[in-house]
């Protein structure tokens, strides 16, 4: 595993968090960053590691999801104040969930779907570059 690829890769997970607090991810943008960012992490991963690239990406993904849960968690009244619509959204949590801790309860998992994601492009750029797997 390289490792330094995965923790480097999963910095944008940080990169993502914080402009989601200063409201810099609303609407369609988010979704394209993110994109943007799954792409070039399969062609990273591809490009750079020598084996296993879907668990490559799958843990980059992950750390990715932790990482924007947490800048979101840490500095939740900069995220709201920037972020009406996620604002309105965490009054409907059901369950008494407190709205600070649900971003914390929900990244692993996105990251876990958005890291297969990863991996699985990850998976197609080693086949479209023609790198052999060691």
């Not at 490792?3 to 402009?19: E, P």
């Not at 609303?26 to 490009?47: D, T």
């Not at 990482?67 to 009054?91: T, V």
Request: contains cysteine; glycine residues 10%; hydrophobic residues 55%.
């Amino acid at each position: 595993m390289n490792w330094k690829v995965i923790f480097t890769l999963a910095c944008f997970g940080i990169l993502m968090g914080t402009a989601s607090l200063f409201g810099l991810t609303q609407h369609y943008v988010e979704p394209l960053l993110w994109l943007v960012i799954a792409l070039f992490s399969a062609y990273w991963i591809a490009k750079n590691t020598s084996a296993k690239p879907f668990l490559h990406g799958l843990i980059a993904g992950v750390l990715m999801g932790i990482l924007n849960s947490i800048m979101q968690s840490a500095f939740f009244d900069l995220y709201l104040s920037n972020n009406p619509a996620a604002a309105e959204g965490f009054k409907q949590i059901p369950g008494g969930i407190s709205a600070r801790l649900f971003p914390l309860i929900t990244g692993p998992a996105i990251g876990v779907a958005y890291g297969l994601v990863v991996g699985l492009l990850s998976l197609l750029a080693r086949k479209i570059l023609k790198k052999p797997a060691a």
